[in-house]
Nanobody
Framework: QVQLVESGGGLVQAGGSLRLSCTVS????????MGWYRQAPGKQRELVSR???????DYVDSVKGRFSISRDNAKNTVFLQMNSLKPEDTDVYYC????????????WGQGTQVTVSS
């Protein structure tokens, strides 16, 4: 059974930084494409960034140049470094395994709340 545990969210002022972590169990992590999704109230969950098993990452346009995804295969953990945060980055952030269509592969963890004040 897949388990996803996110952490690292919080309240930060605009221009600040946060580093999110997601520890995964129940899969062969090193071969999984992992991603970070976010969801604001009343909106669909969107894929913000994903990272391939080899470490290559990609990003949605709104976070390019500000967010950086990485992974530690020895610790079954994926990270999202978020810099130059903006109020519009305020969301609940979730990690998941990313399928070939970009859709999440597993059920969701509890997520971690990121709130950016102006």
């Amino acid at each position: 059974q897949v388990q996803l545990v996110e952490s690292g969210g919080g309240l930060v002022q605009a221009g600040g930084s946060l580093r999110l972590s997601c520890t995964v169990s129940g899969i062969i992590f090193r071969i999984a494409v992992m991603g970070w999704y976010r969801q604001a109230p009343g909106k669909q969950r969107e894929l913000v960034s994903r990272i391939m098993p080899g470490g290559t990452g990609d990003y949605v346009d709104s976070v390019k140049g500000r967010f950086s995804i990485s992974r530690d295969n020895a610790k079954n953990t994926v990270f999202l470094q978020m810099n130059s945060l903006k109020p519009e980055d305020t969301d609940v952030y979730y990690c998941n395994i990313v399928s070939s269509t970009g859709a999440p592969f597993s059920s969701w963890g509890q997520g971690t709340q990121v709130t950016v004040s102006s």
